[in-house]
């Protein structure tokens, strides 16, 4: 393999952004990705840089003009994405025992035995063929697309794709659009230092069905402003107060038992109704004025 298969599949990449752009009449529908595919002639570098160049494009660059391009055809890019995807983890993150984590191990391991032929393990030959494997299934799908598109367009298909997609384009949300308007209203409600990535993994997917089922007329955005703020408020609401059982014990001078138990309910529900507005000795005296129970004389945060 040479450095030229990689310009290859690049100046592919570049017509099919040329007429996706054309097709819906929008030069932002699709870019290529930011990193340039060079050093394929070293086996295993250039087998890794094209994973990471193709996942660019698949998830992020490319990924809502391909979706929408692809879907009003019989071209499937599901497959090549899933390859692609399974090998940036496995390349990429720490894979542990868990059940997810296996499985992408085995979906890898699998890939790797039938695509190097009979190659060792690990071989420069073997990082040949892996790369070869990308590259020659990543430029038939992309010439079929480019088929496709041209299709569309001698049909004069263009102006209604060009409507749809402007549609389209609204109601999709990419993860690091997401992430940062989870920070901005998080600060905007009080919830600094929120992890924004954590909290979007846990929404995405109901925020995307939400975003499809909108109706014609409904601003995509301010809707999902709506959607990440409602869940940001019901996390906001359901935050555990920042005092345990054995804060209690030591402020309260308790033994273990249920009576401790009744205490953390009581915190726990002014901290709810307080909105989180009540720091630990606010908290510790008004559930200890709401059970009748004595506190110590000076509290741990009133310490010198």
Not at 61 to 73: H, N, W
Not at 165 to 194: M, P
Request: glycine fraction near 6%; charge should be negative.
């Amino acid at each position: 393999m040479t450095t030229s298969s990689g310009e290859s599949l690049s100046g592919i990449e570049q017509q099919l952004e040329q007429q996706i752009r054309n097709l819906l009449a929008d030069e932002g529908a699709i870019h290529t990705p930011s990193m340039p595919l060079r050093k394929l002639d070293e086996p295993e570098v250039g087998a890794l840089r094209l994973v990471s160049w193709l996942y660019a494009l698949y998830r992020e660059s490319g990924k809502s003009a391909l979706q929408f391009v692809s879907q009003s055809g019989n071209v499937r890019i599901e497959p090549n994405e899933e390859v692609v995807s399974t090998l940036r983890t496995y390349f990429h993150h720490h894979l542990t025992d868990s059940a997810e984590d296996q499985a992408t191990r085995l979906r890898a391991e699998a890939w790797f035995d039938d695509a190097r032929e009979g190659h060792p393990e690990d071989s420069d030959a073997a990082w040949l063929k892996y790369a070869r494997r990308l590259l020659d299934e990543s430029e038939e799908l992309l010439v079929r697309l480019i088929e496709h598109v041209r299709t569309l367009e001698s049909a004069g298909m263009s102006e209604v794709y060009a409507q749809q997609w402007r549609w389209f384009k609204g109601t999709s949300i990419s993860t690091w659009q997401a992430d940062r308007l989870v920070a901005e209203i998080a600060d905007t409600i009080g919830l600094e230092g929120l992890d924004a990535t954590k909290f979007r993994k846990r929404h995405f997917s109901d925020w995307q069905r939400g975003l499809r089922q909108l109706t014609h007329g409904v601003d995509p955005e301010r809707h999902l402003r709506l959607l990440i703020q409602s869940d940001l408020i019901e996390y906001s609401q359901n935050l555990p107060a920042p005092l345990t059982g054995d804060d209690v014990m030591d402020a309260m001078g308790l033994p273990p038992g249920p009576q401790v138990g009744r205490v953390l309910v009581e915190i726990q529900r002014l901290h709810r109704a307080s909105d989180g507005t009540l720091d630990r000795v606010e908290l510790l005296r008004s559930a200890a004025d709401a059970l009748g129970l004595p506190l110590m004389a000076t509290l741990p945060d009133e310490q010198p």
